[in-house]
């Protein structure tokens, strides 16, 4: 797949971030003096910023319904970057009218600085993040506050001012309350010392390189002021595996620079830490949590980072899982180890995050009773009440590992005097690696608002951690985001889970189409149909994205020991992973039950347990994650499994080749760089989508032995195989799996051979007429093979010859690299000779699996 890089010559927004600006000049910005100059001879650090996502602030059509002029009562840090991103946003959005001078104006302070102005102004009495934003109109001036509970607040205040006049609302007569939900809003960066991230899909690291933290932060103030305007308030900046390099004293000095580019915007830095530290790095003999020396040695490096960054968040913790060290090694609990860190952190208001993600990955598969989804809660209930309070249990949303759909967590009702925060990834791991447009909001959603029934009372997951539940005062959300140098997230529209994220963690009551409205409106347009489309397309995409990957609770099923991307059924099954859906010739699934299975379903509340107990009353969408049923059991609308598994893939692809159209149909209305840049990612997801459907229904029908009702499943009737095709040069290979090609089979061009190239010729024997060719080949790593396909000796088009210059996972042919190209509107009789011409490059042998000849259609799609 092509990925556009970063426009350079965009102009708009190249003010740097504050914390890079000497302190003399960021003192004139904050009073207004230098901000149009600066704005005007576009002063540029990074080509990387805030404004490739949501903050583009495009001038607006009418004209501004608040007063220009900003006027800050106090002089701290944050109420200047306040100041400072007002002007810069509202000089933007009114198409650079210059300031105003008059009376007008927007003033920003805390009550207390508020107060002092005026003791006798009746003022609320707001909490550390809260905001109010109120408009006066007198005989001759207009005004507006923005006051808040801390000048942090303020930030927030300016930031939400500008959201919604961004989005074209009209804030004249502005009365707006707001505080967040939850105390701890986190991302999580999963970046490695070397620069490379962890499950990152968008290139490397803005924060390390080489073992170092990066000469140029730029990059890292302007997602600061991302992270700021949807007021997350701390960024956890490294991978959880492999962290002791992180403690070291030069590495420190390094993080704190960052800690100085994102102290501007209120985010706050914490880091991983790896539990054998103090053996790894330290120079002691052992790491046991409850060692004297240990706690010591803890005790001096957290009060090392404290004189670096004194306002350092705190630490994340993974131990004992997936070949972590931990405190098992001494016979020891999480919450020893938790407790130990946390007493050293407390002095300094510092938080331990424990995740919960703790488990054996090798697990016997064949003992009906083992369960990988048990862990978390066999682990950690029983500790319940035995962590220190500032220590916060990390749970990711569902006990297995961030799948397209799991059941939420039992542990989230299952600590009820523990401080709890929910992990979910941003970065799409399992759900298409940025590469498929999968909005995640209506997951997350589902968890935040899911009843746990704890103690038999309405507990909502985001109740829970929002410690209102169960009167914690501390708890939140936590984003492991793999934002990186390619566009933050890579692919434009994978930004608005990003931006839902933080929307979330601020109020979980929100909707995810209220937010996919307005992150749509300031990222694409206002105008109504960019609006409705836009937002159709983001809501469409996680159902799509479960229908042809793993629906019915089977969870993604995707190549689990490999790069997580494309299919591959049989890797979640018999090995130590725990990922296993049980599949056999008769029927799929686990079985969860406690009457039966491995008694998972016995870790919910007695409620929600008699719900999952028993397969009749098991949501379909969640069936084959608690239940193991025959291939002809009957779901909720009388349709078979079987039969549902054949038509929710059918109905996911067509789906995809749908959100193709929609984009299509935005050509006119949006930015063209937006739309060329969206456009090919949206038509190589149509053709992965048809790899998948493909996989997964040839699978089951082997497996099951029960044809599709419909008869597509293993089918193909419009699909030329190239292992049948004439070929000179071209081998025939066997795929591994079986069901990541067409028949299994696929061709490879021998790089031995003396010939350049390969080619498969078919002689085209149905009715003459226009058609799309569709030719799925593999698009290998390590090199760039060229594709021809001709008729007659003739390439028809154009579109007819094209590069694989794709990056995709895996380094052999696989379901990861089968791409689709689709040569459109060409010309066929009887006796015709398609030919399609592989020059393999280097490591890239221009493999291929098929040619289809589909219905003409626009240039666009032509997917089905
Ligand atoms: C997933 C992911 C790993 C990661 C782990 C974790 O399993 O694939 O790369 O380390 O989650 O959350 O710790």
Redesign the pocket.
């Known amino acids: 797949m092509r990925n556009s890089p970063p426009n350079p010559h965009s102009t708009q927004n190249r003010v740097p971030p504050v914390s890079l600006l000497r302190p003399g000049i960021r003192s004139l910005l904050s009073k207004g003096l230098v901000f149009v100059a600066v704005l005007q001879c576009g002063f540029t650090i990074s080509a990387q910023t805030a404004s490739q996502a949501w903050l583009k602030y495009h001038p607006l059509s009418k004209p501004l319904t608040v007063p220009m002029r900003v006027s800050p009562l106090g002089q701290s840090l944050l109420e200047q970057t306040a100041a400072i991103e007002l002007r810069r946003g509202l000089l933007s959005l009114s198409g650079g009218t210059p300031l105003e001078s008059g009376p007008n104006m927007i003033e920003l302070g805390t009550v207390q600085e508020l107060r002092k102005q005026d003791p006798k102004q009746a003022l609320p009495s707001l909490e550390q993040d809260e905001f109010l934003i109120s408009a006066h109109r007198g005989d001759l001036i207009r005004e507006i506050d923005i006051i808040g509970g801390s000048d942090r607040a303020i930030l927030y205040g300016a930031f939400a001012l500008l959201r919604n006049l961004a989005q074209g609302n009209d804030m004249s007569k502005v009365n707006l309350r707001e505080r967040p939900a939850m105390s701890i809003r986190w991302v999580d960066e999963?970046d490695n010392a070397d620069g490379s991230i962890?499950?990152g899909y968008a290139g490397r690291s803005i924060f390390f390189d080489d073992g170092h933290v990066r000469e140029d932060l730029a990059p890292v103030g302007e997602y600061a002021r991302l992270l700021a305007s949807i007021g997350i308030d701390g960024c956890n900046l490294n991978?959880?595996?492999n962290a002791a390099v992180f403690l070291t004293p030069q590495m420190l000095e390094g993080i704190a620079r960052i800690a100085e580019t994102m102290r501007p915007y209120g985010v706050r830095v914490s880091l991983s830490v790896d539990i054998a530290s103090p053996q790894k790095i330290g120079g002691l003999n052992t790491f046991d949590p409850l060692d004297p020396a240990v706690k010591s040695w803890w005790t001096t490096k957290i009060n090392e980072i404290y004189s670096l960054i004194p306002d350092f968040a705190g630490f994340t913790v993974?131990a004992d899982?997936?070949g972590q060290p931990g405190p098992a090694s001494f016979g020891r609990t999480p919450a020893d180890a938790a407790n130990t860190l946390a007493a050293a952190l407390a002095p300094h208001n510092g938080v331990v995050l424990y995740?919960a993600?703790v488990y054996n990955h090798h697990a016997d598969w064949r003992d009906p009773k083992a369960d990988r989804a048990r862990a978390a809660y066999d682990i950690f209930h029983p500790l319940d009440g035995k962590f220190a309070s500032n220590v916060i249990i990390q749970t990711?949303e569902g006990p297995i590992?961030?799948q397209v759909r799991e059941p939420v967590s039992p542990l989230f009702g299952g600590l009820t005097q523990t401080s709890q925060a929910m992990?979910l990834q941003i970065t799409q791991?399992y759900t298409g690696q940025q590469r498929h447009l999968v909005y995640l909001a209506p997951m997350w959603k589902q968890v935040l608002d899911f009843d746990m029934r704890a103690g038999g009372a309405s507990t909502p997951v985001k109740q829970i951690i929002s410690g209102k539940s169960f009167n914690r005062k501390l708890g939140g959300m936590v984003g492991?985001s793999g934002i990186g140098q390619q566009a933050w997230l890579s692919s434009p529209l994978a930004l608005a889970n990003l931006y839902a994220f933080g929307r979330l963690a601020w109020n979980p009551d929100l909707t995810s189409e209220q937010i996919a409205d307005e992150w749509t409106r300031q990222t694409i347009s206002n105008d109504p149909a960019a609006v409705r489309t836009v937002t159709k397309m983001l809501m469409q995409s996680w159902p799509a994205y479960e229908n042809y990957t793993g629906p019915l609770g089977l969870q993604t099923l995707t190549d689990i020991t490999g790069s997580?991307y494309g299919p591959n059924i049989e890797s979640s099954e018999n090995n130590g992973w725990g990922q296993w859906h049980r599949a056999d010739h008769d029927g799929v699934g686990m079985d969860r039950s406690v009457a039966t299975g491995t008694g998972f379903v016995g870790q919910y509340s007695p409620e929600v347990a008699k719900l999952y107990e028993s397969a009749t009353t098991t949501p379909d969408d969640l069936l084959l994650f608690f239940h193991h049923v025959p291939y002809t059991w009957k779901l909720h609308d009388r349709k078979t499994v079987i039969q549902y598994l054949y038509d929710s893939h059918y109905d996911g692809a067509a789906q995809a080749a749908q959100f193709v159209d929609e984009w299509t149909s935005l050509k006119a209305r949006i930015d063209p760089e937006l739309y060329n840049d969206m456009l090919p990612r949206l038509q190589y997801q149509a053709g992965h989508a048809i790899v998948w459907r493909d996989a997964i229904t040839q699978y089951f029908l082997k497996l099951s032995g029960i044809p599709d009702a419909q008869g597509r499943a293993g089918h193909y009737p419009n699909r030329l195989e190239a292992e049948d095709a004439h070929l000179t040069g071209y081998k025939v290979i066997d795929v591994n799996p079986w069901e990541d090609a067409s028949g299994g089979r696929a061709v490879n061009c021998d790089q031995n051979a003396k010939q350049p190239s390969c080619s498969a010729e078919w002689t085209y024997n149905a009715k003459a007429g226009r058609f799309n060719i569709a030719v799925q080949y593999f698009d290998l790593q390590g090199g760039t093979a060229r594709f021809v396909l001709t008729i007659n000796g003739q390439p028809p088009s154009p579109d007819a010859s094209w590069s694989a210059d794709g990056m995709f996972p895996t380094t052999r042919p696989h379901a990861d690299n089968s791409t689709r190209h689709i040569v459109h509107n060409v010309a066929l009789k009887p006796g015709d000779i398609v030919r399609v011409e592989g020059t393999p490059d280097r490591q890239d042998p221009a493999a291929l699996d098929y040619i289809e000849i589909l219905p003409a259609t626009s240039e666009n799609s032509g997917h089905s």
């Open positions: 999963w962890e499950r991978n959880v595996n993974k899982s997936e995740r993600f990711k590992d961030f992990e791991e492991v997580h």
